[in-house]
């Protein structure tokens, strides 16, 4: 076969694939003019409430949860179902992503569907968005509660109290509301959704915009763990557990995929603990899958990963196991 000029087979390879990103990218991570990753609202916004007339009224067996264990949203409404021991009232249904579909595939099929994008359109057969893990189903009518993590975990700490085993735990107690949410939104913003905005940046300003905030966000949280044991002080809220769920993830995928590569959490001495310990935490380990983690990330965000290997390291037991 001819062999070609390397600098035509580099000068060709580059512009092919760099164009090629570009639409990949444009797909996965809706961007700002500026090239910063903008995440889409969840559109399914209902409440299940103990109100006389709620469309959704508190019931055991009547509502469930889809999730892909990847997930980091996802995995907060596993950790808030484990902690409030609501396994028996709240059924899950699990998906794993498909690489050449590109979207969730349910392990079991349900419904007569097999992908969660026809779950969505069951429920709304005009829906247009995005078909996002976790979904808050309800069986009895066949629609979707809520798609939107944040809301969900709430609902599980707050309105299924007579269906829990741990009715005591309040992860959202009326006295540290305040505090909780200025954790979340700082949160959300800077760490949450600050890998993604690394990882799905598509210019190089928008890529050290966000990771400079993420590191400037988590080395403030490393400062407050030095003195207290949970981000509010004393107690475990919905704010540590929406932290949690990404720290869990950081230094096998978004250190190295996302290039949030300033440091590892295990570089932090709070951090690096209090990832530990909140692991550890009866219930949570169970929900925690570092290898469906990794396999999803880089084997499926195609446009990060092209040749779709997968690194290999350590198990969560051994990269967690208490610090000495
Ligand atoms: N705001 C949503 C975000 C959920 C989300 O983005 N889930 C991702 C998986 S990590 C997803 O299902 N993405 C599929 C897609 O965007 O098509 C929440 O917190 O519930």
New binding site residues.
Partial sequence: MAKLPPKLVIQSGKFVWTTLWHVMMSNLAPRSPSGEYT?PA?EFRNTISPDPDALYPPASGRYKLFV?M?????HRTLVVRSLKGLEAAIAVSLVSPSPVEG??ILDTPEYGCRTLAEIYHLAKSDYKG?????VLWDTKTNSIVN????EIIVMLNGNFTDFSTHPELDLYPESLREKIEIWNDKIYHAVNNGVYRCGFAQTQEAYEIACRELFATLDEIDRVLGTQPYLCGETLTLADIRLFTTLFRFDVAYFGLFKCSLRRIEDYSNLGSYLRHLYHLPGVENTCDLEAVKRDYYGNLFPLNPGGIIPLSADAQTLLKPRR
Avoid: D, F, L, Q
Wanted: aromatic content about 10%.
């Fill in positions: 995440r969840s892909g990847s997930c980091p949203w996802a979207g969730w995005r078909c996002t893990v976790p798609n939107e993590s944040a």
